[in-house]
T-cell receptor
Framework: DGGITQSPKYLFRKEGQNVTLSCEQNLNHDAMYWYRQDPGQGLRLIYYSQIVNDFQKGDIAEGYSVSREKKESFPLTVTSAQKNPTAFYLCASRAPGTENEQFFGPGTRLTVL | GQQVMQIPQYQHVQEGEDFTTYCNSS?????IQWYKQRPGGHPVFLIQ?????EVKKQKRLTFQFGEAKKNSSLHITATQTTDVGTYFC?????????????FGRGTQLTVWP
């Protein structure tokens, strides 16, 4: 089955700890994205990558970091500098072609205690 | 910078009533996409509109793209409980298959049986 996987589904961390969220896709898509979703806030773009070894900041990049060493993988690290890290994190990839829609993973709900 | 505004934020309807959500962009868009997120789920692509004044239908859903390519709407006729969820519009201002989308905040639809 082709798709995007995110793990784990739920993640708990203590305040002050860095945490890395996994995102893997086997769709052969070049572009990948990380969004944060809070109630009533919609989808806010954290980082995106259009090609391996390259990425751009989105609208709320502060306190986050990413890497794109492989086409299939785009991990997101939530650092201790992120003031309000508790949120639902969604990873997506984008399909080339006529409609080039974004495909989303199931998300990771991060709770920082 | 680019902004996509979406209203209303919430809509509660009785089953069988119609529903409409509206998106407005601060700049002219190359295309606009619509997504649906069921409660507890992740956004799923519904449709893309590209041409000025374009209208597309999917069963009870009608999507429109404004003549100036700065606004769009989604209309659901005779809502059903299966329509429950949050509907997002997402604007693409460059038409690049690898670029970012600008998501509206979404309209959360509740349907009472």
């Amino acid at each position: 089955d082709g798709g995007i996987t995110q793990s784990p589904k739920y993640l708990f961390r203590k305040e002050g700890q860095n945490v890395t969220l996994s995102c893997e896709q086997n769709l052969n898509h070049d572009a990948m994205y990380w969004y944060r979703q809070d109630p009533g806030q919609g989808l806010r773009l954290i980082y995106y990558s259009q090609i391996v070894n390259d990425f751009q900041k989105g609208d709320i990049a502060e306190g986050y970091s990413v890497s794109r060493e492989k086409k299939e993988s785009f991990p997101l690290t939530v650092t201790s500098a992120q003031k309000n890290p508790t949120a639902f994190y969604l990873c997506a990839s984008r399909a080339p072609g006529t409609e080039n829609e974004q495909f989303f993973g199931p998300g990771t709900r991060l709770t920082v205690l | 910078g680019q902004q996509v505004m979406q209203i209303p934020q919430y809509q509660h309807v009785q089953e069988g009533e119609d529903f409409t959500t509206y998106c407005n962009s601060s700049t002219t868009l190359s295309n606009i996409q619509w997504y649906k997120q069921r409660p507890g789920g992740h956004p799923v692509f519904l449709i893309q509109l590209v041409k000025s004044g374009e209208v597309k239908k999917q069963k009870r859903l009608t999507f429109q793209f404004g003549e100036a390519k700065k606004n769009s709407s989604l209309h659901i006729t005779a809502t059903q409980t299966t329509d429950v969820g949050t509907y997002f519009c997402a604007g693409d201002d460059r038409g690049s298959t690898l670029g970012r989308l600008y998501f509206g905040r979404g309209t959360q639809l509740t349907v009472w049986p």
